[in-house]
């Protein structure tokens, strides 16, 4: 039976009354999520408070916006969106109204006020209900396609590209298809809870009915803090520990450097955004799993165990190209993919990737498993496509990958409570 405070309590009105906040407390068994489900809602359900780590809440508003170096959550679903709309307002008018519901949502409240009328359908999925944010993060990208598509400038923003947000060259052994490629708009959804990321993503397609249709989209994973036995890097489903070499997201300087669009090098609506490249790169794990551990580690340059850099004992130990093994053969193989990466160590990106696994491939039977790599950088003309160029063409890695999908955003900067996402390019 439904109450009366039912209708008018939101979510996040409920995780208050609850004792739970940006404290990260959330209602244990028989809290929230019972309150929801059975319509009864006190404070006193607040006595069976347990700490739990999910109720973690994001801040939304901001200089840059969430997502980007935000720590990993465990879940990611990414969904790239072609505009259907035919005008600048059209654009305009669905930032406005998906950042309104992304500041809700990542708080812990529904996508939109609910009227509760019968004869109407809810204005939220209603599947987050009981649930708590989790971290949920929502970052959204503009991609070249916004700005001018088949010579034509659609919506009257071609003038306002910027020369960074460039189609990105074809690479050796791409082997991209459409259907997971390209988009006018990326949106980034994660949190440590799969329903919650795909309640923000279903919530945003249904309000950009009319305007914007998905093009594409892909969920990922990595493993939940639940079950690691220790904090520490996660390992991808080749077996290695996967963003070691990341740039510090705590250093402002190095996320300045590597991330962040400083003033006047690009477009001014850009300061403080930054450029988001996706690629769903598949893995063949059956010929992975057939080579040699030897075979594995020198595909890397690191060890499988420890993550340690070949020759070392340390996961995070510098990484030295320079060591030769008593041969005088480098330790750390040239054609590594640390090494290529790495390059010269100048030039870094922050990536932010997950897992994925899409059932088989009909065609083979084999796993449609990989890597959905995420990276942020402040200028992939001088970040990423030089570091993809080198790895295109030497990488040991490519004998077990192929990049099937591609798409390049240009993520715009946070917005100020009143706001709106994308305020400054229209
Ligand atoms: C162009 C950028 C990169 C692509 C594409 C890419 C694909 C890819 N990477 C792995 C697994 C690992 N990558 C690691 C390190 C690493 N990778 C890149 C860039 C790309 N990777 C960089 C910049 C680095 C860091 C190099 C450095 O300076 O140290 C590692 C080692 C551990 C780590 O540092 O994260 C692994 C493992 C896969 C499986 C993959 C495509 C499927
Ligand atoms: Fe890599």
């Known amino acids: 039976m439904e109450t009366k405070n039912d209708q008018t309590l939101s979510r996040r009105q409920l995780l208050k009354m609850a004792g739970v906040g940006g404290a990260g407390l959330l209602l244990g068994a028989g809290g929230v999520g019972t309150l929801f489900g059975t319509g009864v809602v006190s404070a006193k359900g607040?006595?069976?408070?347990?700490?739990?780590?999910?109720?973690?809440?994001?801040?939304?508003?901001?200089?840059?916006?969430?997502?980007?170096?935000?720590?990993?959550?465990?879940?990611?679903?990414?969904?790239?969106f072609d505009i259907i709309g035919k005008k600048q307002s059209d654009v305009r008018g669905l930032f406005e109204k998906w950042t309104a519901a992304a500041a809700r949502m990542t708080q812990g409240e529904t996508a939109g006020d609910e009227t509760n009328n019968q004869h109407l359908p809810p204005t939220d999925t209603g599947e987050a209900i009981g649930l708590t944010p989790s971290k949920l993060t929502l970052t959204f990208g503009v991609g070249p396609t916004l700005f001018t598509k088949d010579g034509s400038d659609r919506f009257g923003l071609a003038s306002k590209r910027p020369s960074q947000l460039a189609d990105l060259p074809a690479f050796s052994a791409d082997e991209l298809q459409e259907e997971w490629s390209g988009g006018d708009i990326g949106v980034q959804v994660c949190a440590n809870d799969p329903q919650v990321a795909f309640h923000a993503i279903r919530n945003l397609a249904r309000i950009a009915r009319g305007t914007a249709v998905i093009r594409w989209s892909q969920a990922g994973f990595q493993r939940t803090e639940k079950a690691a036995a220790q904090p520490g890097t996660a390992r991808n489903l080749m077996g290695f520990k996967d963003g070691t070499g990341n740039p510090d997201v705590t250093d402002a300087n190095a996320m300045n450097d590597v991330v962040w669009v400083q003033p006047s090098e690009s477009k001014a609506w850009m300061t403080n955004g930054t450029y988001m490249i996706v690629r769903r790169i598949r893995m063949r794990i059956e010929e992975w799993d057939r080579s040699t551990l030897k075979d594995q580690e020198a595909t890397f340059g690191r060890s499988r165990n420890s993550g340690a850099p070949i020759g070392g004992t340390d996961e995070f130990e510098k990484l030295d190209l320079e060591k030769k093994d008593a041969s005088g053969k480098p330790l750390i193989p040239v054609d590594s993919h640390v090494a290529l990466a790495h390059g010269d160590g100048k030039v870094r990106i922050l990536r932010r990737s997950y897992s994925y696994t899409n059932g088989i491939d009909s065609k083979t039977g084999q796993l449609d498993t990989g890597l959905f790599f995420v990276c942020f950088n402040r200028d992939p003309l001088k970040q990423f496509v030089p570091m993809q160029t080198r790895l295109s063409k030497s990488d040991r890695l490519n004998e077990y990958i192929v990049h099937v999908g591609s798409a390049v955003f240009a993520c715009l900067p946070g917005a100020a409570p009143g706001g709106f996402i994308g305020q400054q390019l229209f």
């Not at 069976?48 to 990993?72: E, R, S, V």
């Open 46 to 80: 607040s006595k069976a408070a347990t700490a739990q780590p999910n109720a973690d809440i994001l801040p939304f508003y901001g200089t840059y916006q969430q997502g980007i170096i935000t720590p990993q959550q465990d879940f990611i679903y990414f969904a790239a």
